[in-house]
């Protein structure tokens, strides 16, 4: 044997056994506290309830903006949509002739706009028929 080889091999094998023993001993090291796994952070401080002059300050501001937004901006407001119409359905009389210039008056109810007449109906087929 040479003298080289021999201490060569110690060293070969105390890196192996120091390898195979790194995470043997990475388990065994205890668990990190909860808080160093993420920054603690706290909300920020609220306002103190005695600052009665910035709360003062406040309500100035919130009174000069409704008073700036009052009768102009009420001007500008869009106005509010008309009903939509609704869609002519088609009258029939009793012997099912379609009958021109009915309009819608309510549920089961036409008013003819000729004579401004109501006629209560029922459904029939496509449109309503008029029941006398």
Do not use: C, F
């Not at 920054?39 to 700036?68: H, I, K, T, W, Y």
């Not at 008309?82 to 029939?92: E, F, G, I, S």
């Not at 210039?101 to 706009?113: L, S």
């Amino acid at each position: 044997m040479d003298l080289w080889e021999y201490p060569m091999r110690r060293i070969a094998l105390l890196s192996i056994a120091m390898l195979a023993a790194t995470p043997a001993m990475a388990q065994l090291r205890p668990a990190p506290a909860p808080t160093e796994t993420r920054p603690v952070s706290l909300p920020p401080p609220s306002r103190p309830a005695s600052d009665a002059s910035g709360q003062a300050a406040d309500n100035a501001r919130l009174r000069e903006q409704l008073e700036q937004s009052g009768p102009a901006n009420a001007a500008a407001r869009p106005k509010p949509a008309a009903r939509p119409q609704t869609a002519a359905v088609p009258v029939y009389d009793q012997q099912g002739r379609r009958l021109n210039g009915m309009r819608p008056a309510g549920p089961g109810r036409v008013m003819d706009t000729r004579t401004g007449r109501y006629h209560d109906t029922v459904p029939s087929g496509d449109g309503v028929r008029i029941v006398r």
